[in-house]
């Protein structure tokens, strides 16, 4: 019984920290839950300037972004663990409803990753910025804008530099493939694909 219950603990951390993995802006309770101090601590740091943040305008509502709760913790010796999950987040930006459905259904049943979906450019630029992936699997041609102009979008953002890109295509020429190289793709790979292969050179490209 206590080895059941110890696993469901386990569990429900680790399913905590990827949901803070994800997160870019965080209350005063929810980074006091993450520092595992008390509201009122992390609130004296706040007001006294030690945690950097800002108030929601028209409100006393004190918000702490990532970057300052994470040199927060660094600098009072605070382990970092519950803002940095294993996971890789993957991104997957297609308008086709079976391969978004296959993407979700076969990453969603690996430990390694964790991953949402994105059908138009105009999605995938919000998602980006809100998800954070370390990988975006990318269709060429979307319903509103062609992939190199998502790939310019994502190179053209500092905090998304180590964000891996692989085009997925049926319909490109080789002078499509380098110019979406040249706008920051990673890597293309042409439909119909290997989703076993795909996993393999994901897997390679993120390390896991």
Request: charged share 30%; glycine share 6%.
């Given at each position: 019984?206590?080895?059941?219950?110890?696993l469901?603990?386990?569990?429900?951390?680790?399913?905590?920290?990827d949901?803070?993995a994800?997160?870019?802006?965080?209350?005063?309770?929810?980074?006091?839950?993450?520092?595992?101090?008390?509201?009122?601590?992390?609130?004296?740091?706040f007001?006294?300037?030690?945690?950097?943040g800002?108030?929601?305008p028209?409100?006393?509502?004190?918000?702490?972004?990532?970057?300052?709760?994470?040199?927060?913790?660094?600098?009072?010796?605070?382990?970092?663990?519950?803002?940095?999950?294993?996971?890789?987040?993957?991104?997957?930006?297609?308008?086709?409803?079976?391969?978004?459905e296959?993407f979700?259904?076969v990453?969603s049943?690996?430990?390694?990753f964790?991953?949402?979906?994105a059908?138009?450019?105009?999605?995938?630029?919000?998602?980006?910025?809100?998800?954070r992936?370390?990988?975006?699997?990318?269709?060429y041609?979307l319903?509103?804008?062609?992939?190199?102009?998502v790939?310019?979008?994502?190179?053209?953002?500092?905090?998304?530099?180590?964000t891996?890109?692989?085009?997925?295509?049926?319909?490109v020429?080789?002078?499509?493939?380098?110019?979406?190289?040249?706008?920051?793709?990673?890597?293309?790979?042409?439909?119909p694909?290997?989703?076993?292969?795909?996993i393999?050179?994901?897997s390679?490209?993120?390390?896991?």
């Amino acid at each position: 019984m206590r080895t059941i219950v110890g696993l469901n603990m386990a569990k429900a951390k680790a399913n905590a920290a990827d949901g803070w993995a994800g997160k870019q802006v965080f209350t005063t309770g929810e980074a006091a839950e993450i520092c595992k101090v008390s509201q009122q601590t992390i609130i004296r740091c706040f007001d006294s300037g030690r945690l950097t943040g800002f108030r929601v305008p028209g409100s006393r509502f004190r918000r702490i972004p990532r970057k300052d709760l994470l040199q927060f913790m660094k600098s009072n010796d605070i382990p970092t663990d519950a803002l940095e999950s294993t996971k890789r987040r993957v991104l997957v930006v297609d308008d086709d409803e079976q391969i978004i459905e296959l993407f979700l259904d076969v990453l969603s049943r690996d430990d390694r990753f964790e991953v949402k979906s994105a059908r138009t450019g105009y999605d995938a630029g919000m998602m980006t910025e809100q998800f954070r992936p370390h990988l975006v699997l990318l269709d060429y041609m979307l319903p509103d804008i062609n992939g190199n102009l998502v790939c310019d979008r994502i190179r053209s953002n500092p905090e998304l530099a180590g964000t891996k890109i692989i085009v997925i295509s049926g319909v490109v020429n080789q002078d499509e493939i380098d110019t979406l190289l040249r706008s920051g793709a990673d890597d293309f790979v042409k439909k119909p694909f290997n989703i076993e292969k795909l996993i393999e050179r994901m897997s390679e490209m993120l390390g896991v």
